[in-house]
């Protein structure tokens, strides 16, 4: 049997049952109806209390925060942002890198956590109060805002540098040095989330054993907090803290789906404001249209086909955060050299330690060694004068007086599937064969490196819009794909593009190179870039 029709089912059983309460209720003499009104008044209080999201104003918390104003979160909630565990993401910029080049984004994950959490609950309440047969309960709301609440914990140092460069490196030396290697393949900080969240329950249970069973959550309820932490993955329905007729929480906090979730929300508002750029999406009136219906027999998340361009206007808005900032070109190349720093350091911040062990990326075996690590590992390396961390000091110190590689070009791929090997062999090639046009400079492919950068709409090559579903207004129940005259003509053909980049990086021993020899170089470099462009690959070439 369908859901929608087993719905109908059941709603029309209880209709029958209150009917049956009714008359024996108007059935019954003077003391047994007073007994019977006690009875039904106290189950009606208990189902009140357990579908109510409303909170007293007294538990509640106020935080003043400058995208969302004034956020009230519930007392668990606090309890947690006042565990050590929590507090450390004060000491984490949300973007990285970044910060030093816009000098504006300074926030950090601490507040973007606080954020997430506030629009969780603000959209499994809209779901509630628009839809009251989806049976969202109090522990339902808790358990999605404290995912929200929690979901960055195992960001490491600056942030996506942590997991997307100095790991992925550490693993690539431990194999090239034939070092045992227990690092889990394919290491992403969401599972350090879940083990830093299981630190944090347990700190709660050692001062009070019935913490959780204070605010009506079990270990169950913990469960579905670490499974949305994660976010659901597979079709089938493997997931232990909620039966499928509640899919739908899974995608408020980590949308595995089609990428719009609570997360995203505010860092777009956020890092667009702190970065200064403008953002066109507009969270608030698609939070408005949120509504669960049935798509191939299971409940998700939709919206009203009339947001499909606002629905749009997020996914270019991600793309437009991570051409101009994210993927920013010295934004790159700043990342690229603290990994640098993180990596040749990594041996050697923690004295006392076998000489070849990695150090730094050690710290992810445990969550206690884990949280002693943030940002704050930047001005430990800075300030130290042991020798070994030396080559380490000099890369950050080089960040900040800016002696910074020269970006010499870049350009947008035209063919697709085109390896980095490829591109570096055939650059390579490309500068050995060159003819220089002043002979007093001389190139060598290995001072000009490549990178490719990856931009997309959050679905590699595909549209992510097709991912979405949506109602009408006069069918709310009834999920559609959008249809193409649905949506603006303006709309691009591709929604992935590759950016090749080449940058002139010296050596340590050209460390003495001056200013005029440097500009020659990127000169020459430049003009050899242009023509592996222009006669190889048919690039775009885009000049600085």
Not at 150 to 174: M, N, Q, T, W, Y
């Amino acid at each position: 049997m369908p859901r929608s029709e087993q719905t109908r089912k059941t709603l029309s059983d209880y209709r029958r049952s209150l009917q049956d309460l009714k008359k024996s209720y108007e059935a019954s003499e003077e003391p047994e109806k007073q007994q019977l009104w006690e009875i039904i008044k106290d189950e009606l209080q208990d189902i009140l209390k357990k579908y109510s999201l409303d909170f007293s104003k007294e538990q509640m918390k106020i935080f003043n925060d400058p995208i969302h104003g004034h956020m009230e979160l519930h007392p668990l909630l606090v309890k947690i942002i006042d565990t050590r565990q929590f507090q450390r993401l004060r000491h984490i910029k949300q973007l990285g890198g970044t910060y030093l080049v816009y000098p504006g984004a300074s926030h950090n994950r601490f507040e973007h956590s606080l954020g997430v959490a506030y629009l969780a609950g603000r959209l499994v309440k809209v779901l509630h109060n628009n839809q009251p047969e989806l049976k969202i309960t109090k522990q339902d709301f808790l358990c999605v805002q404290i995912a929200g609440l929690c979901h960055d914990l195992g960001h490491g140092p600056f942030s996506h540098v942590f997991d997307g460069l100095v790991i992925p490196e550490a693993k690539r030396i431990k194999k090239l040095r034939g070092l045992f290697d227990d690092i889990p393949e394919k290491w992403k900080h969401e599972q350090m989330s879940v083990q830093m969240f299981d630190d944090i329950v347990k700190l709660l249970k050692d001062e009070n054993e019935d913490v959780l069973k204070e605010y009506g959550l079990n270990d169950k309820d913990v469960t579905f907090i670490k499974e949305l932490i994660e976010g659901a993955k597979t079709s089938e329905w493997t997931y232990e803290g909620r039966d499928e007729d509640k899919s739908f929480l899974y995608e408020i906090v980590a949308n595995k789906q089609n990428g719009i979730d609570v997360d995203k929300w505010d860092y777009f508002a956020r890092d667009c404001h702190h970065l200064g750029i403008r953002n066109s999406f507009d969270h608030q009136r698609l939070l408005k249209f949120a509504r669960v219906c049935e798509v191939n027999g299971r409940n998700h998340i939709c919206f009203r086909d009339k947001e499909a361009d606002n629905v749009y206007d997020m996914f270019r808005t991600r793309y437009t955060l991570h051409r101009q900032a994210y993927q920013h070109k010295i934004c790159n190349i700043i990342e690229d050299m603290l990994a640098e720093a993180l990596v040749r350091a990594d041996r050697d911040l923690h004295e006392g330690n076998p000489e070849d062990m990695l150090k730094i990326s050690e710290a992810i075996k445990t969550a206690d060694d884990y949280s002693k690590l943030t940002d704050e590992i930047f001005e430990q390396i800075l300030s130290s004068t042991a020798d070994n961390l030396k080559k380490s000091r000099d890369i950050l110190n080089r960040i900040i007086r800016r002696k910074l590689p020269k970006f010499v070009g870049e350009a947008r791929l035209t063919e697709k599937n085109i390896s980095k090997e490829e591109l570096t062999e055939t650059w390579k090639a490309a500068v050995e064969t060159y003819k220089l046009t002043d002979p007093t400079v001389s190139l060598n492919s290995e001072d000009l490196p490549v990178y490719v950068v990856d931009l997309d709409h959050g679905m590699k090559d595909k549209n992510p819009i097709e991912k979405v579903y949506f109602y009408s207004k006069r069918k709310p129940n009834k999920a559609l794909a959008i249809k193409d005259y649905q949506l603006s003509s303006f709309l691009p053909k591709r929604f992935n593009e590759e950016l090749v980049r080449v940058y002139y990086k010296r050596s340590d021993d050209q460390a003495a190179e001056d200013k005029k020899e440097e500009k020659k170089k990127v000169e020459e470099a430049e003009k050899c870039f242009q023509m592996w462009c222009t006669d190889n690959f048919g690039l775009n070439y885009a000049a600085e």
